[in-house]
């Protein structure tokens, strides 16, 4: 069976520990990149994280069908912030099955504290070989859920066998790429081959474009109408991007109404090749006044435009 996918090249070279790997937590805001309280960790054998008064939630991540070469990028929106962390396979027994990703935070931030049922999603992304199939799909899974609650460890799970994350996309992919086909004689079991001998100039002009892709996130506000702050988060391609609105009500006046609309643009070049028709995107909005019924809730949909804006109601 042949099996492609997209991938970053692999520049650089992080020890993978036997037991645990712990790494800041990333957030993007905007263009700006910081680091807060929280932390990433890859279980092979036991955590030892402090996890005493912290929210946990783990990722179990069905690598039966993922050869142990290249990178997973696993990448996700908890309780308001985001986490990336890159895992080399190639430093993973080649007989191990299951991988666990443990997302470890605070239960309150300035902008919700954590409870059930509130919305998180994670998304992992197997990076193998840019240069033979850059212009394609990388093999991904996402899981998006409810939180179990403040004091539960909650479960996410990728990559299981009878997931159809990967299948949605490969097929709209596929709809609207005439330059490109993908055979579904393997679908069955996980994976998606894409042949790459009808590619031609016109495709790779097009996905060479450094035009970004925008995604524009409305957030209908009517039944919270006494909101004070509110954050919209996006993922795409395992890139966030995030808007923060300090003050509702103002904003409430500025539009002259109670739908809070934000257009972020995402980097059409990543390093898992060109975003394309057919990714998937997910999009959270978090503040304490939203709940009940969430303090987080959160939404998908696959990219349907390149040039224009792909717009997403989250709520």
């Not at 790494?23 to 005493?52: C, H, I, R, W, Y």
């Not at 709809?175 to 001998?197: E, H, Q, R």
Request: aromatic share 8%; glycine share 6%.
């Amino acid at each position: 069976m042949s099996v492609h996918y997209s991938k970053i090249s692999i520049c650089g070279f992080f020890f993978v520990m036997t037991f645990v790997i712990t790494v800041p937590l990333t957030t993007l805001d905007f263009e700006s990149v910081s680091a807060q309280e929280g932390s990433v960790n890859v279980v092979l054998k036991k955590a030892n994280v402090d996890e005493k008064n912290k929210l946990v939630v783990v990722s179990n991540i069905n690598l039966q069908n993922i050869p142990k070469t290249g990178i997973l990028n696993v990448v996700g929106v908890i309780n308001g912030e985001g986490f990336i962390k890159d895992i080399f396979l190639d430093e993973i027994d080649e007989t191990k099955q299951k991988l666990k990703v443990k997302f470890v935070m605070n239960k309150e931030n300035k902008f919700v504290n954590a409870s059930k049922p509130d919305e998180f999603f994670v998304c992992a992304y197997h990076l193998e070989d840019t240069k033979q199939n850059y212009n394609s799909l990388p093999y991904f899974d996402c899981d998006e859920g409810d939180l179990a609650g403040s004091d539960a460890t909650t479960i996410a799970r990728l990559f299981n066998p009878t997931s159809q994350v990967f299948a949605k996309s490969a097929y709209h992919y596929d709809m609207n790429s005439p330059f490109k086909k993908t055979s579904f004689a393997t679908m069955d079991d996980g994976y998606t081959s894409t042949d790459d001998s009808t590619v031609n100039s016109k495709d790779i002009d097009r996905n060479n474009s450094d035009k970004p892709v925008k995604v524009k996130i409305i957030v209908p506000m009517k039944d919270k109408k006494n909101a004070e702050k509110i954050k919209i988060m996006e993922m795409l391609r395992g890139q966030i991007k995030s808007a923060v609105i300090d003050d509702v009500q103002k904003e409430f006046d500025k539009i002259g109404g109670y739908t809070i609309e934000r257009t972020l643009a995402f980097d059409r070049n990543t390093d898992m090749g060109p975003i394309q028709v057919g990714d998937r995107f997910h999009a959270c909005v978090i503040g304490e006044d939203l709940s009940p019924p969430e303090g987080s809730e959160c939404e998908k949909r696959l990219i349907k435009d390149l040039e224009g804006s792909n717009p997403l109601a989250v709520r």
